[in-house]
């Protein structure tokens, strides 16, 4: 999920239930409900998504729902999400349900989290909203996470790691690369490398020498620095300097601390394809609707006042509920009607409001689609 909230003042608080974007809604609900029923129109998951979506529609802010594409990779995140798909009639259901509380969607072409990114860097939205810190790899510059029940929210951004953290996007993508790789982390639930060690790795610039040579080099000549960048003690070149290897063993200017003589092993005979250039590829230049000089598939964020009519008739109909139960939700969503109108009001007093450029924020990166 992604949000627009330039055109109100809006305290943290009041965004502490902007949780999840739409496939995390949906995975955590089916961990709980049993698939089973989630095929059905009258599930437990709806219910939930239904309340929680009124709730949204109280809060001071544009809301934008982005849903996992077609052609999302299979691995994500170090889990098969083949076998946790949601029902089709689920989403279904969900989308009409967001279209009838007046909220904008649409169905990105690859991964959701890289879409929302693209959203952010374009500006259409302030903030992507997600249980998955990947989306800072896809170049979002603020991540929303929910902790403790949705009572608060840590709020992870760019600047505040580049400052605080000194990582920079090359640093955090090595980082994931090293501690996170997703073959291993499917098939075998562990990781190769210590988060720990990576992050004391950074500091020798491998990981801004790596997305540089991403960057700026055809695959050919890329796979070829990468070689020597890896575990070539002889060679060297001038993006590489030192190679990842040769620093664990020797650990030149005591970053690490101590030397790892069994990682430098581990890399070079069992992890000679690191790192994977299809993983690096997937998060420099992903899959969305600007991939091939395409268009964004939206012009603003904006959301509408829920349609009453349509909100009874869904909760009849699709959820089963008694009249009785339609009318408490009603009153809810009369809340939210009146906020989306006073939303209305407020853009429309604001009429020089700026217009986002539009440009992919993998423009560099995508040069060379290896």
């Known amino acids: 999920m992604g949000f627009n909230a330039r055109l109100v003042a809006c305290h943290a608080r009041s965004i502490s239930s902007l949780t999840n974007d739409t496939s995390a809604w949906m995975f955590s609900l089916l961990n709980v409900f049993s ?26 802010l544009h809301p934008y729902f982005v849903f996992d594409g077609p052609d999302c990779p299979q691995i994500k995140r170090g889990k098969d999400v083949l076998g946790w798909s949601p ?14 509380f007046g909220f904008d969607w649409h169905v990105a ?87 720990d060690v990576t992050r004391q790795l950074v500091d020798y610039g491998f990981g801004r020498t790596l997305l540089e040579a991403a960057v700026s080099l055809q695959f050919v000549e890329f796979m070829e620095f990468v070689a020597k960048w890896r575990n070539n ?8 300097g030192p190679n990842v290897c040769e620093v664990l063993r020797t650990d030149p200017q005591h970053f690490l601390g101590r030397r790892y003589h069994e990682l430098a092993h581990v890399i070079k005979e069992e992890h000679f394809e690191f790192p994977d250039p299809a993983i690096l590829a997937m998060y420099l230049s992903p899959l969305t609707s600007w991939s091939d000089d395409g268009h964004p598939p939206i012009t603003c964020v904006m959301s509408r006042q829920p ?6 008739a869904f909760c009849s109909q699709r959820l089963g509920w008694p009249p009785d139960t339609v009318q408490s939700a009603l009153m809810d969503a009369c809340a939210g009607a009146a906020m989306r109108a006073l939303l209305q009001v407020s853009f429309a007093i604001m009429p020089n409001m700026p217009i986002p450029s539009h440009h992919s924020p993998y423009a560099a990166a995508g040069q060379h689609r290896w």
């Open 109 to 195: 072409p690859g991964e959701a989290e890289a879409e929302l990114s693209c959203l952010q860097s374009c500006g259409f939205i302030d903030a992507v909203v997600t249980p998955y810190n990947n989306a800072l790899l896809f170049g979002a510059t603020c991540v929303l996470r929910s902790i403790r029940g949705d009572e608060d929210v840590e709020v992870y951004s760019t600047e505040a790691i580049e400052n605080s953290a000194a990582l920079e996007w090359g640093d955090l993508l090595l980082i994931t690369l090293m501690s996170s790789a997703d073959s291993d982390v499917s098939t075998t639930g562990c990781r190769w490398c210590d988060t």
């Open 233 to 240: 003690r002889a060679a060297q070149t001038t993006l590489s």
């Open 307 to 312: 349609n009453l009519t349509a909100l009874a």
């Open 87 to 100: 029902p089709s009639l689920l989403v279904q259901r969900f989308q009409e349900l967001l279209t009838v």
């Open 35 to 60: 698939w089973h029923r989630a095929g059905t129109g009258q599930s437990h998951e709806m219910p939930t998504i239904f309340r929680r979506l009124s709730t949204i529609s109280r809060m001071l």
